[in-house]
């Protein structure tokens, strides 16, 4: 914190990024021989168990390796998709010249566009390590990427508690140099959270991948009416699995974004009754109720996220028992190929706009030769943007991770049931005898 206020006292605001992501870069190479060290000294010569493969200490420390700089890559590249240092951000803020609907363009055009490189470095992490070691070597990818996760926690807390800081400041009038710092501090932090929202979504697909080879391997060793035989394409039921799982994240934002929205129309209500009610909130001379508000935020908070949660545990657990294991097969890479593509975009996204909001009040927004600051139309379109994003990058984008590893552990604790209820399988299957198979 020292140093990143010293940079900042000398004009350095742009610095203030790079020397979080200068910490992020050093750990990784520090942990890189660390991990390499501790694999030949903890492991045994030869690492049986993994099938027909027989691996090395050098195997698993590529495994572990391999996910440790894909999670750097992720933040990287996450950084410059969300810091208003680059020009993607400030594409976005350029565009709200010709208002908000074009800054949404824009801002979705930029968090589908990030989703390239963070895919490709968790798809080649998860390949390799699965060609060295099997399922245990993407377990070990998700390791490798979580093994960083000190410094990841600690530039993703500095994103809320240098937003907060800033509230702070507002609220206690401190003066216009101090909210400037203050949003110099917010904005790298929107970019240090979108980075730990980055690893977060990285490795949880690493590890639902691990947890689905376990969830594949109980299904086709259990001895129940329903065992999981080769799980293809073509074969209709796993098919219609691929496309459920692939929905289930949309459904879950969307409830999670309306959550947020009915949440956020009762909380202006209640403040637009209370300035209506008491003029004296505006004046300064009466104080509001905030308990009312943070009563809100709270209550909705709880009851609001009942129906996803449902949806998330329910649709997993009803598929398999309706259909068998063979629909939970095709429904499982279903959600974590449309989840992280998800996660990583809606992160993103809020991401950007916030930043070109902030890019915007910092009078860095020229057009036709005039700064364009706070309260200008430029600005206002930003702030439209940044309330659209909000959802994003807070709620949605976050808990998909959530959705990823839960769908995965939940299918494997229940696979025995699966395999023993399958209701539907009895008749979608043709090659069994329906009969024979309901006695």
Not at 109 to 127: D, H, W
Not at 219 to 225: F, G, L, M, R
Request: hydrophobic letters at 45%.
């Amino acid at each position: 914190q020292m140093c990143i206020r010293d940079r900042y006292m000398g004009d350095h605001e742009g610095r203030i990024e790079s020397t979080l992501k200068a910490q992020l870069l050093i750990s990784t190479l520090l942990i890189t021989p660390i991990i390499a060290v501790l694999s030949e000294a903890a492991l045994p010569v030869t690492i049986n168990g993994l099938g027909r493969r027989q691996a090395k200490p050098l195997h698993a420390t590529l495994c572990t390796t391999s996910g440790l700089w894909a999670g750097l890559l992720i933040g990287i590249f996450t950084e410059y998709y969300t810091s208003h240092a680059y020009r993607p951000v400030r594409e976005v803020a350029e565009s709200c010249e010709t208002g908000a609907a074009t800054n949404i363009i824009y801002g979705l055009a930029l968090g589908y566009s990030s989703t390239l490189v963070p895919v490709i470095a968790i798809g080649v992490s998860a390949y390799a390590s699965h060609k060295l070691m099997g399922m245990f070597g993407i377990a070990l990818a998700a390791l490798g990427m979580l093994s960083n996760l000190c410094i990841g926690l600690a530039i993703d807390a500095y994103g809320p508690i240098s937003d907060n800081a800033g509230g702070i400041a507002e609220m206690a009038e401190l003066g216009e140099e101090t909210r400037r710092r203050t949003d110099a501090l917010d904005a790298a932090g929107n970019t240090t959270a979108a980075i730990g929202k980055g690893f977060a979504i990285g490795s949880a697909t690493l590890v639902a991948l691990s947890l689905y080879g376990a969830f594949l391997a109980r299904a086709q060793n259990i001895k129940e009416k329903h065992k999981l035989g080769p799980i293809s394409l073509d074969d209709p039921l796993v098919l219609t699995g691929l496309l459920i799982g692939a929905m289930l994240p949309y459904a879950f934002s969307a409830n999670t974004m309306k959550s947020v929205g009915k949440a956020a129309l009762e909380m202006v209500t209640e403040i637009r009754n209370q300035l209506r009610n008491n003029p004296g909130i505006k004046t300064g001379e009466s104080t509001p109720d905030y308990e009312r508000c943070i009563a809100i935020s709270t209550r909705a908070s709880l009851k609001e996220m009942v129906a996803p949660a449902a949806l998330v545990i329910c649709t997993p657990i009803l598929l398999g028992i309706v259909f068998g294991p063979k629909a939970v097969a095709g429904f499982l890479p279903g959600v974590i190929v449309s989840g992280v593509q998800m996660a990583i975009s809606a992160s993103n996204t809020g991401g950007a706009w916030d930043n070109a909001k902030k890019y915007i009040e910092a009078g860095n927004l020229f057009i036709n030769g005039q700064v364009r600051r706070k309260g200008s139309e430029e600005h206002k379109a930003a702030v439209i943007g940044d309330t659209v994003g909000d959802p994003l990058k807070d709620t949605s984008g976050p808990s998909i991770n959530i959705l990823i590893k839960l769908s995965a552990i939940l299918s494997l604790v229940f696979v025995r049931l699966f395999s023993k209820s399958a209701l539907l399988a009895c008749y979608l299957d043709e090659v069994v005898n329906p009969d024979e198979c309901l006695s």
